[in-house]
């Protein structure tokens, strides 16, 4: 099946640093990525739309300069939290679009997710 | 407004019994897919199952199915031979502009033994 990576998955950092955040998929190719934000026992918050070769689009309420997306290749778009802060802590997860032409299979796969702990 | 409902945040089911979770769903568009995706402890969010919604099929995969009714904007799951790796929080989707999803609240499914 299609596999989605996420690094890391666990990062502790001090407020005021960045952190960036690896999606990758590992065996096909996706136009398209997703960047979500999950708070404990809710559902997940979509934050933007990760294009690759062009801008990101990113929903309401979330800042573009805090949240920076880069989809430089098929299969790798990264997620840098900008000087982070206490409020920043969440858990994020990285989805990758996955189009089958044949059978008009059309999913998006989930990386395992990062635990992102700002101090 | 396109919208998902879950109303159902918790349920419990015995092993080996059989349990189903609700979903509903709102959106004026004609053909899109829905899934059901389940969150285990771990986090890493895992499809259990789609379904397009030309197809009046309903779909199944192994222990998991679905009642799909287009007119009623109503996609449930059932999980038959319920087993204690279930336990996890399941979520109703559907996508939309070719490939954006909306979830629902989710629904925490408990498998006791």
């Known amino acids: 099946g299609a596999v989605v990576s996420q690094h890391p998955s666990w990062v502790i950092c001090k407020s005021g640093t960045s952190v960036k955040i690896e999606c990758r998929s590992l065996d096909f190719q996706a136009t398209t990525m997703f960047w979500y934000r999950q708070f404990p026992k809710q559902s997940l918050m979509l934050m933007a739309t990760s294009n690759e070769g062009s801008k990101a689009t990113y929903e309401q309420g979330v800042e573009k300069d805090k949240f920076l997306i880069n989809h430089a290749s098929l299969t790798l778009s990264t997620l840098t939290v900008t000087s982070a802060h206490p409020e920043d802590s969440s858990f994020y997860i990285c989805?990758?679009?996955?189009?089958?032409?044949?059978?008009?299979?059309?999913?998006?796969?989930f990386g395992p997710g990062t635990r992102l702990l700002v101090l | 407004a396109q919208t998902v409902t879950q109303s159902q945040p918790e349920m419990s089911v015995q092993e080996a019994e059989t349990v189903t979770l609700s979903c509903t769903y709102d959106?004026?568009?004609?053909?899109?897919?829905l899934f059901w995706y389940k969150q285990p402890p771990s986090r890493q969010m895992i499809l259990v199952i789609r379904q397009e919604a030309y197809k009046q099929q309903n779909a199944t995969e192994n222990r998991f199915s679905v009642n799909f009714q287009k007119a009623a904007k109503s996609f449930s799951l059932k999980i038959s031979d319920s087993q204690l790796g279930d336990t996890a929080m399941y979520f109703c989707?559907?996508?939309?502009?070719?490939?954006?999803?909306?979830f629902g609240a989710g629904t925490i499914l408990r498998v006791k033994s």
């Open positions: 959106t004026s568009e004609s053909n899109y897919y």
């Open positions: 989805s990758a679009f996955h189009r089958v032409t044949s059978g008009h299979q059309e999913t998006q796969y």
């Open positions: 989707a559907f996508m939309i502009g070719g490939n954006k999803l909306v």
